[in-house]
DNA sequence: CTTATGACTTTCA
DNA sequence: CTGAAAGCCATAA
């Protein structure tokens, strides 16, 4: 009986492609709803990893997901643009501080899948 | 069904 | 690259 009912396994797909990042690269919102097979679903990446709840944050390296920019965009109090840029650091990104932005080189540590 | 919202992206200057 | 404005997609009510 093929139930077709494709549920919205969007955040879900999102979560097992953050994963997928290889420690010490981050991915852009754009990219990982271009994997998805939405190019324009870029806010829906970023509001699934917003929606993320706490058991998953461990699981899903959800620091690793950046803006276009190379900027950090959070806005969430929890996920703090701070917490976010001492995460990368220690996975060997190297983030720079500007105006109380971080800014990562995308030419360096964006993710090639 | 329409409306509103959001951790974005692209285009213009 | 940075900043401002418009556009696009998915979800919730």
């Known amino acids: 009986m093929p139930s077709l009912k494709n549920k919205t396994n969007f955040f879900a797909d999102v979560y097992t492609l953050v994963k997928q990042i290889p420690r010490g690269k981050v991915a852009t919102y754009g990219q990982i709803a271009a994997l998805l097979g939405s190019p324009r679903a870029a806010r829906m990446v970023g509001w699934a990893l917003h929606v993320l709840p ?10 690793r997901v950046i803006n276009r920019a190379g900027r950090i965009s959070t806005t969430c109090q929890i996920h703090s643009k701070n917490l976010q840029a001492e995460l990368l650091r220690k996975e060997g990104v190297s983030v720079s501080k500007r105006q109380g932005n971080f800014y990562i080189d995308l030419a360096e540590f964006l993710w090639h899948p």
């Open 54 to 63: 706490d058991s998953q944050l461990h699981l899903v390296p959800w620091q």
